[in-house]
């Protein structure tokens, strides 16, 4: 009998290119049929055959506080009532505004946009609007969205379906991206020896999330600040996806880094479509209509989106938020290492605030060489029989995972007995 899940898949590839309206959705990696999800609550979602899962994408990120958590729904059902868009400012922006550079420091300034691709793509042409240059730096593996500059041996889909770097994006401005090793402090100092006055920005994913997780070295880091500076070259932090997720302060916080400028988004809309870039004032005083870098969008700082995201940023500043999270995403990694090891599985995981990563090699890597080496048919048999068992985790050996505070030491107990299970009988 053909589940609900193959008809819908079956049904959407007529319609809609590969079935899905964003490449890392399709299972293409892993294989088999994507599932399409009917409801979400807490830590778990339901899939179309009604099969429930403990989900550990999260929206790929967004969902810190779990699915349809009250207070978040609430906010939303009082802003839609409300008016659902007027394409002229808000109180609830400036609020989101406010709350944004309290919460980040290095954030004097911020604009609102509507997903992340957009908050890259700007922070890019307003640095070189700032500098007067061209060339931007980026490392391999990481992933910014899909802006052309920015699609230059990437992660995330582009890597999963072994594509690094996209048709389409002309040679002349892929040209003006240079890609380094990740973690490579010797490889950024030399580039910047070669062509420091050339460069507009160095971009970084301060713990990269879209070649599976890889935690910076604190010796990287402080070259990245250090040769931006003494270059004059606009340091971006991505944390898009690590901003409110590896701690209240993002990465920025968690390893005393101070970016020039900073892209958010995932976290802050609370699944729905915000996010924003900011940084220093000198820099976003640039911003059109205060300067001469263009920038717009009918949708920016959405009333629906920033009460979304307002009721997420509210329950994340709550006492004791991430020392949850983070001990949670640490069960996990440390119950599912001990039972590979237990079963003499060649696997270990490292989580860093409430994202994780998941390793088919005997240690953890520190480059997207290393990330390349691990088993990715290891992988691929793991997810599916962890999705067998109701278990969703990513489906791609390259990206990140994510716990949410609607998850209990009985749900992860319960994932790490399933993974058990599967290492028990694993050959
Ligand atoms: P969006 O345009 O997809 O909102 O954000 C782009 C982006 C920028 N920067 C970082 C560090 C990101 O992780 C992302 C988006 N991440 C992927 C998942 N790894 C989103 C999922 C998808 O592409 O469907």
Known sequence: MTSHNQQLF??????????VNSPVRAFRSVGGTPLFFQRGLGAYVWDADGKRYTDYVGSWGPMIVGHCHPEVVKAVQDAASMGLGFGAPTAAELGMAELLCKLLPSLEMVRLVSSGTEATMTAIRLARGYTGRSRIV?????????????????GSGALTFGQPS?????AEIAALTTVLDYNDAAGLEKAFAEMGKEIAAVIVEPVAGNMNLIVPKPEFLQAL????????????????MTGFRVSLQGAQGYYGIKPDLVTLGKVMGGGLPAAAFGGRRDIMQCLAPLGAVYQAGNLSGNPVAVAAGMATLKLIQEKGFYENLSGLARQLTEGLSASAKRHHIQFCA??????FGLYFSKELPTSYAGVMSCDKEAFNRFFHAMLDAGIYLAPSAFEAGFVSAAHTGADIAATVAAADKIFAAWK
């Open 138 to 154: 980026k490392f391999e593996g990481c992933y910014h969205g899909h802006s052309d500059g920015l699609l230059v041996k990437a």
């Open 225 to 240: 600040r250090s040769l931006c500076s003494k270059y004059g070259a606009v340091l971006i932090l991505d944390e898009v």
């Open 350 to 355: 490292q989580s860093i605030g409430g994202m």
């Open 10 to 19: 079956e049904l959407s590839q007529k319609v809609i290119p590969g079935g």
């Open 166 to 170: 996209s048709s389409g994006v002309p």
